[in-house]
Nanobody
Framework: QVQLVESGGGLVQPGGSLRLSCAASGSIFSIIAMGWYRQAPGKERELVATIRGGITNNVDSVKGRFTISRDNAKNTVYLQMNSLKPEDTAVYYC????????????????WGKGTLVTVSS
């Protein structure tokens, strides 16, 4: 079993910064990829950023403002969000592709429960 737990969400003023964290725990053999998604009210869930093999990708709407990073020793992924805008308001979800190992290696896709980010004055 694998669990993803997000933290760091909250209320922030426009132009402010926030750092989200997602810690993975459980029977982890290796983490293949991690990423962040978000879902604003009335909208579909969308990809924000991913990191795999040290390579990061960000969608255009957050490029230059958000930075995704990993701490391999802690099995944790971060999303540093700067210059926040009201349109960034959403529930942010952590996602990970993780291999677990018992007698064989099984690859799975896991989701956190989400953390709310509200950008408002």
């Amino acid at each position: 079993q694998v669990q993803l737990v997000e933290s760091g969400g909250g209320l922030v003023q426009p132009g402010g910064s926030l750092r989200l964290s997602c810690a993975a725990s459980g029977s982890i053999f290796s983490i293949i990829a991690m990423g962040w998604y978000r879902q604003a009210p009335g909208k579909e869930r969308e990809l924000v950023a991913t990191i795999r093999g040290g390579i990061t990708n960000n969608v255009d709407s957050v490029k230059g403002r958000f930075t995704i990073s990993r701490d391999n020793a802690k099995n944790t992924v971060y999303l540093q969000m700067n210059s926040l805008k009201p349109e960034d308001t959403a529930v942010y979800y952590c996602n990970a592709v993780i291999d677990t190992r018992r007698t064989d290696i099984i690859r799975g896709n896991y989701w956190g429960k989400g953390t709310l980010v509200t950008v408002s004055s």
